[in-house]
């Protein structure tokens, strides 16, 4: 019974000081290890392997590799186009050591006990199994819950849905196969955001997706695989997994801008007839000295952007001011600085963006925006 001893000090220890909650991982991991071993060995439970061949993959190892790899080349990919920031971590020899221990400790000691438990409790406890383990790794950052509506929207999207998603998946590696399994996603995935000295810049949604997007393939991949129906291996199947994948890439990096162009959907009837609301508008990425009057634009004004037409252009200084005006107002806008311009509309799809506005909509009325 020492496990579950093992775990509730390892969830205690984020609660210590800050130098000693990092510290105290090391030690913590290296016991849940060997607890889980331990118990594992003395009750005869199988953590470390189970023969099992998966119909389109060798073995659920090869399948928690191949999603790793996936999910690390995805984030650089994206890196390439978006950019790099510096990593935070430590690179002196002493800084890497002591990360590579505090990493290694903590994966090992994790994965051994989720396959122990999961192992004990059996398939219909991978849920179970998984929010308990959600709680017990991330119950400290629980503490300090959002109150804000869109701080809130953040918290679940950027940490509890990519977390809890990983944790199925780890869960379900760890039941079919053990230990192996688990750790064969896991730690390429902790040790390329924890060892490589440059990280993807992106933005808070964009990296939820990719981190939640990845396991949850993982775990419906191996559900699938899992199915007693047999099913002939065939190449296409592989080509159209990497047709959509890549399909999935393109369309982000996309809606992201890293084109030059980026969607937007309209939400006011202020440029009507010319521009509906819920049209989406193809913005493209130009130079001040690239727009002229008649032009529509869109540009900052303080938390969202406008869409509308350039009216006048003026000279102040060496910057350029465009005075813009929505073809539906009577009044012209405040002026528009060149430093506050996104980019110019080159064409409009009617009317798909409307199930983005009513979801909008939908948030607002309850509450969850402001």
């Known amino acids: 019974m020492l496990t579950p001893i093992a775990l509730l000090i390892f969830a205690a220890t984020p609660f210590l000081p800050s130098l000693l909650s990092f510290y105290g991982k090391i030690p913590a991991g290296i016991f849940l290890a060997f607890s889980a071993y331990h118990e594992a060995k003395s009750s005869g439970i199988p953590i470390f392997r189970k023969p099992l061949r998966l119909k389109n993959f060798q073995s659920p190892v090869n399948l928690a ?59 219909r406890a991978v849920i179970v199994v998984s929010t308990l383990y959600f709680f017990l790794l991330y ?35 760890a039941y079919v196969y053990g230990f192996r399994a688990s750790i064969a996603f896991i730690f390429p995935v902790t040790a390329f955001e924890w060892f490589c000295p440059i990280l993807p810049n992106l933005d808070w949604t964009l990296n939820a997706m990719m981190k939640t997007a990845v396991p949850a393939a993982g775990y ?9 129906k ?30 030059g162009y980026h969607p937007s959907v309209v939400g006011s009837g202020s440029m009507r007839p010319a521009i509906e609301v819920g049209d989406v508008v193809i913005v493209k990425k130009v130079s001040a000295d690239e727009i002229r009057v008649g032009d529509v634009i869109q540009y900052y004004a303080e938390h969202y952007t406008v869409t509308h037409r350039v009216v006048d252009i ?30 110019k509309v080159v064409f409009v799809i009617p009317r798909i963006g409307l199930v983005t506005l009513m979801l909008r909509d939908l948030l607002k009325m309850w509450g969850v925006l402001p």
Request: charged residues 20%.
């Open 65 to 123: 590799i191949y999603a790793a790899s996936l999910q690390i080349i995805i984030l650089f990919t994206l890196g390439v186009f978006l950019g790099f920031g510096k990593s935070p971590y430590s690179f002196t020899p002493l800084g890497i050591a002591t990360n590579f221990a505090y990493v290694t400790s903590t994966l090992v000691g994790v994965e051994l006990s989720r396959a122990l438990v999961v192992r004990k409790l059996g398939d």
């Open 139 to 173: 119950l400290s950052d629980l503490r300090f819950l959002p109150t804000a509506p869109l701080e809130i929207l953040k918290f679940l999207g950027n940490d509890v849905i990519p977390h809890f998603t990983q944790q199925l998946f780890l869960t379900l590696l």
């Open 220 to 228: 419906a991949i191996l559900e699938k695989e899992l199915e007693p």
């Open 230 to 259: 047999r099913v002939e291996v065939k190449k296409e199947n592989t080509l159209s997994w990497v047709g959509f994948l890549t399909a999935c890439i393109l369309l982000l990096l996309f809606f992201s801008g890293s084109f």
């Open 314 to 343: 003026m000279q102040r200084g060496e910057q350029k001011i465009f005075i813009t005006k929505g073809d539906a107002n009577d009044v012209v806008d405040d002026p528009v600085s060149a430093d506050r311009v996104v980019g």
